[in-house]
């Protein structure tokens, strides 16, 4: 399955170097809102390196001596990565002792918490609003008059709002296996695995990626035609396009308003205008039976944005003579939205961190 996309911007002409040290990759996770310092929910915000959340949250579970299931979190962060994140301990009229934290964990895994307060209701996956990502990418080669053009355009423009290659799994495992279970069908009415969540995910994050790659390929990505689905930056209300104004182009041009494609599902029709549905139906076509085997799963109606636009984006690229030229680049996104796809469109990156621990890892 092809998971060579399309880029916005032309192919970079810059390499670099990634997660040379877990310093190098910063996520600070944006909650949106702040605990409001009673109830029997205990918020912990907690700095990790070299662990991933799902573990550290049975740890703090062991700790606490709570029930692995009494400690929630909003979203994933990446192991490999200097991560900020909130986890949630259900714990009535007692407080968690997480004073020596870090000696639950060995090194090279670090472990501090940065605060703790009471809050009223539980945090549940995806209630946080976006990341905050601060990245630094060594040894960089090439034009380096290209590289300053793309920081301007990806911060003016955007970039194509691309599920990134985590999704599909490491060497796109999650792909490879995904495929023949989606052929197969659901065999029961039980709950799917949580691995099969994730091949069923990969696969409908594929389609998504294959429409969208078409789209780049004829500019559509983020131009709106009559009949879109559209939503505004920074907002959740989505409506329907009926007529294109002058106001309406112009808002897309400043990256203020963006096209919306519908994920595969029965009726994904319904969710775009006749013009864009005609070129996923065609991006598409070499798989239609697979998209008709993940339609018949029964999937729950749901859209992403074509265009990701990054937030506050700054950056400072480090030029020394007698140094490897370096670069510092910081920028949020909403929730669910890679910074692997801005990155793309921005530089060929190195994954030091696949090398050091022999994997394939592109991990926002």
């Not at 996309?5 to 600070?28: I, R």
């Not at 709570?66 to 962060?77: E, L």
């Not at 796109?172 to 995904?178: E, P, T, V």
């Not at 052929?183 to 969208?212: D, V």
Request: hydrophobic share 35%; net charge neutral; aromatic share 10%.
């Amino acid at each position: 399955m092809n998971t060579q996309w399309e880029y916005a911007w032309s192919t970079p002409k810059v390499t670099g170097d990634l997660k040379t040290t877990v310093q190098d990759f910063f996520v600070e996770e944006q909650l949106g809102f702040e605990p409001d310092g009673h109830g029997e929910f205990c918020f912990v915000f907690i700095e990790k390196q070299g662990i991933n959340t799902d573990f550290l949250a049975k740890r703090l579970a062991q700790m606490a001596g709570i029930a692995a299931n009494k400690v929630t979190y909003s979203g994933v962060k990446d192991r490999h990565a200097c991560t900020r994140q909130w986890f949630c301990l259900h714990m009535i009229n007692k407080e968690p002792d997480l004073t020596n934290i870090q000696e639950a964990f060995r090194e090279p895994e670090k472990v501090r918490v940065i605060t703790q307060a009471r809050h009223s209701k539980k945090l549940r996956t995806g209630a946080h609003v976006g990341n905050r990502f601060v990245l630094r990418i060594r040894d960089i080669k090439g034009d380096l008059e290209d590289l300053k053009s793309r920081l301007e355009l990806i911060k003016m423009s955007g970039v194509p709002n691309y599920y990134g290659a985590q999704r599909f799994g490491i060497n796109g495992n999650n792909l490879h296996n995904g495929k023949p279970f989606v052929f197969k069908g659901r065999q029961s009415k039980r709950k799917l695995s949580k691995t099969e969540g994730f091949w069923l995910s990969a696969i409908r994050s594929w389609f998504f990626n294959e429409a969208l790659s078409a789209q780049v390929r004829n500019g559509m990505w983020c131009r709106l035609c009559d009949g879109d689905i559209v939503q505004h930056q920074g907002r959740d209300e989505q409506f329907r396009l009926k007529e294109m104004t002058a106001s309406m182009h112009l808002q897309a041009v400043l990256g203020n308003v963006h096209p919306v494609l519908p994920l595969i599902c029965e009726g994904w029709q319904d969710g775009t205008g006749a013009q864009r549905e005609a070129v996923i139906i065609e991006s598409v076509r070499q798989e239609g039976e697979l998209m008709q085997a993940l339609i018949d799963f029964g999937l729950s109606r749901e859209s992403r944005l074509a265009r990701l636009m990054p937030t506050d984006m700054a950056w400072e690229l480090l030029e020394k003579s007698n140094e490897q030229t370096q670069l510092i680049v910081e920028f949020s996104l909403s929730k669910g939205c890679f910074a692997t796809s801005i990155l793309r469109e921005m530089i060929h990156v190195t994954d030091k961190s696949a090398e050091k621990y022999h994997e394939n890892i592109d991990r926002q």
